[in-house]
């Protein structure tokens, strides 16, 4: 099992470089957790593409789509988090001597109370901070 956060997962919805070793590392994968905080920032990502001329209306359709499609299909398993995630990422947060992104805390946060100790990222930051809280880092292409 391993949780896809959104520098990877946005991999396999456009074409961007090491798309093609994400997917391959997927379909190797018994189980690609996404969550809500996946989902929430994709989607967010995809609407600031199309809102900046980088992407069409159409593209960004079919996209979404594609998307929601994964949640149905394996390996993926789409996951809601508890409001007590927050919590999580701030101590998280407090205890750390690695500073990221609030979202990639929230990330970290989820992963934690999932009980999943291995990340699928291209985040450098993201990835240096999930080492320290012992989470095996995978990052397809890299």
Do not use: W
Not at 48 to 77: C, D, I, W, Y
């Amino acid at each position: 099992m391993i949780y896809a956060d959104t520098s990877s997962f946005l991999k396999l919805l456009l074409p961007e470089i090491h798309s093609a070793e994400v997917m391959d590392f997927v379909l190797g994968e018994d189980e690609v957790v996404v969550s809500e905080i996946t989902e929430l920032e994709t989607v967010v990502q995809l609407k600031a593409l199309r809102l900046g001329g980088l992407l069409r209306a159409s593209v960004l359709k079919k996209t979404r789509a594609q998307m929601n499609e994964f949640f149905h299909l394996a390996p993926f398993r789409r996951v809601s988090v508890s409001g007590q995630l927050f919590a999580m990422a701030l101590a998280q947060h407090e205890a750390s001597g690695i500073h990221c992104r609030s979202l990639d805390r929230l990330h970290l946060a989820a992963m934690a109370e999932m009980g999943i100790k291995r990340l699928m990222t291209h985040d450098a930051r993201q990835a240096e901070a999930a080492k320290e809280l012992g989470y095996q880092v995978v990052s397809p292409g890299l």
